[in-house]
């Protein structure tokens, strides 16, 4: 989670190992000439895609990163109105379950470069580009990210109970992912248990890592089931009035120790809960917690 917003930094896609496919293309003008860092306008030195009605590109970066801006070689305006999806996500070539960056204008003329900015940093391995129309000629993409990263806050914690742990209320975010009683904060059997955290400032959120006291037994998984992580402004209600990150978690089978709950609509707000599921026998295991997301206005 950054203070501020940094710099973005850009990926050298001409050597980086990105991988790129395409709908239907011309022989001598494939789509890796997209991505070989070659910015020269020209017929024999652009990708030269085709497709009946739609035509599309994907670029695999080959890594994860939090991408910020996606910059677009067009020739002759021929990606007027494409649109740009970034994700982890293959389905539908990329396009299905995945975030939409922007949309090239479409009064779009000439060759030139298009720059559009995500709204928020997407996390995405996959880039892909369409076009509702038969042809799309590429003559360059050049990718810039955001370098998200945790950071420990000692704000402000506060819980529901503390389970006479005065001083393990802050473990979950002292830097140390323990596996002992010791090295966690760890609630009492309660159907109203909740830890928060006060974030240096309000952020869009887009994913959490929870490192648990090892659930190696099927008792400890099932006192877990259910848990929720909420993101908001408001401090009532055990944070369930804000707005949830994910799904609420469910125990895969075997010993868990790390869960990982991805926020798709990057939730913002000065506060994140984990709370437990509202049930008699619920409790939280939290030995460290990272949150990843930028910084808001």
């Given at each position: 989670l950054n203070r501020e917003r940094g710099p973005s930094y850009p990926l050298n896609l001409s050597e980086d190992r990105a991988t790129v496919i395409s709908s239907g293309f011309t022989s001598t003008c494939p789509p890796e000439l997209a991505i070989d860092g070659n910015s020269a306008i020209s017929e024999k030195l652009c990708s030269?895609?085709?497709?009946p009605g739609t035509t599309w590109l994907r670029v695999d970066i080959q890594t994860v990163r939090y991408i910020r801006e996606v910059r677009l070689l067009f020739i002759e305006g021929s990606g007027a109105d494409a649109a740009v999806i970034v994700g982890r996500s293959l389905r539908g070539n990329g396009a299905s379950d995945n975030a939409r960056c922007g949309t090239v204008a479409s009064s779009m003329t000439g060759s030139q470069w298009q720059n559009l900015t995500c709204p928020l940093p997407i996390l995405g391995q996959f880039i892909y580009i369409e076009r509702k129309a038969n042809t799309m000629r590429v003559c360059e993409i050049e990718l810039f990210y955001d370098n998200i990263m945790n950071i420990y806050s000692s704000v402000n914690v506060t819980a529901s109970d503390q389970s006479g742990q005065t001083s393990a209320i802050w473990k979950p975010v002292d830097g140390i992912k323990g596996k002992s009683n010791y090295d966690s904060w760890i609630s009492s059997t309660s159907?109203?248990?909740w830890w928060r955290l006060e974030l240096p400032r309000r952020s869009a959120i887009s994913s959490v890592v929870i490192y648990p006291r090892r659930l190696d037994t099927s008792t400890r998984r099932s006192q877990m089931d259910g848990f929720v992580v909420y993101v908001g402004d408001l401090v009532n209600g055990n944070g369930s009035m804000n707005a949830i990150?994910?799904?609420p978690w469910k125990p895969p089978i075997g010993t868990v120790r790390e869960i990982t709950m991805e926020c798709p609509d990057y939730p913002?707000?000065?506060?994140l809960?984990?709370?437990?599921?509202?049930?008699?026998?619920a409790r939280l295991y939290l030995t460290e917690i990272e949150?990843?997301?930028c910084g808001v206005p």
């Open positions: 030269s895609l085709s497709g159907s109203k248990s990150c994910g799904m913002v707000g000065k506060y809960y984990v709370a437990a599921a509202r049930r008699s026998n949150i990843y997301g």
